[in-house]
């Protein structure tokens, strides 16, 4: 994308209503802008981060065996009335009425819809087991909205639900999918803490939060030193072998930890664990899963022939990633005095291209070539400005990589890259520039 002519709108001040870095710096790179209370549009630098974190939550459940589809964002409140979390869910949903005054509401989550979608197309036992998601859009009229995306009122989530037959298959789908969010989250750049949690409105027994550690984290958290230390993804783990996924949920969950909601510290795991090896934090909810079994499905009439033809009730779950959320969550746990420091895996561009000289042939030319070869994954800074706020306005919005081009280094066939997260500089050839972005590393630069 070139610049000049791009909705990239920086802020030099800091916005006096952002309280955390990452709500400042969002404001400051141009990434949104708050449209209403808790509400935000997203420009096109933030709307490339949100659809690179997208692509990786699909990507990962696609290969974990969940079905993409698509539910509305407006449902009608007797699906509410049939499961009874119509009146329970109280000032938090967002009630409309249509034109005939039939009473609708804006979904704050789908378990209701999905099962009776469910109910209205599965009738067998050999129909199951079965796990279904979409990336859609909520509506939570949260009391304090803040923290830009971190805690909107509209917000973008995965949500994901399973159909079991047992309780001991649904436990199964659990635990495919706290794997499938662990990879997710790693190929984030994050660090992710599953710990027992609260299953609030939602309901059911068995719940995990996934946490990233940051100072500013709405949730205080209790863990072991353990997850600081092992990387629970260095084994190779199947999703289609039930004695793989028992051996990574029995891995992952048996070092403590917890949300406070959930801390106990007569917990032995806890108690017997030395002072030295206990973890007391902050952290960001990014994902949260739940077993609740026939909370849903009971109430709403799923019911679908057994082996033997009697009628059977399916057990669930349901699964959702705080899409909208990722993006503050990640600048967070990364980012500098400067400004945002991308992971190359989800970096609006892998790579800024400035031009310090506007309208000097060697420069220009140069430039042009480097936006070329890198195509889509380029920011080409073309704006008539001073190299000082070129240089800042990168430095601000994180690109992984920047390709700097001025008129003495273009005039020698050179340029200089530079690696955002590390602030390492080297004058190369565009040529080996280029191939230093494509091989990811300024290691080999020689
Ligand atoms: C699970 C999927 C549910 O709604 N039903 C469908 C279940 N869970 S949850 O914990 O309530 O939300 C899932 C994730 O959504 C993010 N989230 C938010 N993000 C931004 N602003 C909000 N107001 C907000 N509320 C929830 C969190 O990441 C949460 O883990």
Redesign the pocket.
């Given at each position: 994308m070139r610049l000049a002519h791009s909705l990239v709108p920086t802020l030099k001040e800091t916005p006096a209503e952002a309280q955390i870095a990452s709500h400042r710096l969002m404001l400051r790179s141009g990434m949104i802008r708050q449209t209403s209370a808790?509400i935000y549009a997203w420009l096109p630098s933030g709307w490339r981060v949100l659809q690179k974190i997208t692509r990786i939550v699909r990507e990962e459940q696609d290969a974990s065996g969940s079905q993409e589809i698509l539910m509305p964002t407006i449902q009608s409140a007797d699906l509410w009335r049939a499961s009874g979390r119509y009146d329970a869910y109280g000032p938090e949903m967002l009630r409309i009425r249509d034109r005939h005054d039939r009473e609708m509401l804006y979904g704050?989550?789908?378990?209701e819809m999905i099962t009776d979608i469910f109910r209205q197309s599965v009738k067998s036992y050999r129909e199951l087991p079965q796990m279904l998601y979409h990336i859609q859009w909520?509506f939570?009229d949260?009391v304090r909205?803040r923290f830009g995306?971190?805690?909107?009122?509209e917000?973008?989530?995965?949500?994901?639900?399973s159909f079991d037959l047992s309780y001991e298959d649904a436990v199964v789908s659990y635990r495919r999918m706290m794997l499938a969010y662990m990879r997710s989250f790693q190929r984030m750049g994050l660090h992710a803490i599953p710990m027992q949690a609260e299953s609030?409105?939602?309901g059911g027994n068995l719940s995990h939060?996934?946490i990233i550690l940051a100072p500013t984290g709405e949730s205080a958290v209790y863990y072991d030193a353990a997850f600081e230390e092992q990387d629970w993804l260095k084994s190779a783990f199947d999703y289609a072998n039930p004695q793989d996924l028992e051996s990574f949920f029995t891995q992952i969950t048996t070092p403590y930890a917890a949300t406070d909601e959930k801390h106990d510290a007569a917990d032995p795991r806890w108690a017997g664990l030395a002072a030295e090896r206990r973890r007391e934090g902050r952290g960001?909810?990014?994902?949260?899963?739940?077993y609740f079994g026939k909370k849903y499905s009971e109430p709403m009439g799923l019911s679908i022939a057994g082996p033997d033809g009697k009628p059977l009730t399916p057990f669930m779950g349901?699964?959702?990633?705080?899409?909208?959320?990722?993006v503050g969550a990640i600048i967070e746990a990364s980012h500098d005095d400067a400004g945002i420091i991308w992971p190359d895996s989800v970096a609006p561009w892998a790579a800024a291209i400035l031009n310090l000289k506007q309208g000097d042939a060697a420069c220009d030319a140069m430039c042009e070539a480097a936006y070329k070869a890198l195509g889509a994954e380029a920011l080409y800074d073309d704006r008539p400005e001073r190299a000082g706020v070129k240089f800042a306005d990168a430095d601000l919005s994180g690109h992984p990589w920047q390709i700097v081009v001025g008129p003495r280094g273009a005039a020698a066939g050179r340029v200089e890259l530079k690696r955002r997260a590390s602030g390492e500089r080297v004058e190369l050839s565009l040529e080996d520039a280029l191939a230093h972005i494509r091989e990811g590393g300024l290691a080999r630069a020689g």
């Open positions: 808790g704050p989550t789908n378990e909520k939570r949260e909205p995306v971190m805690r909107g009122r917000f973008l989530m995965k949500d994901g639900y609030g409105p939602i939060e996934f960001i909810e990014v994902g949260h899963i739940f349901s699964y959702g990633i705080g899409v909208s959320r990722l």
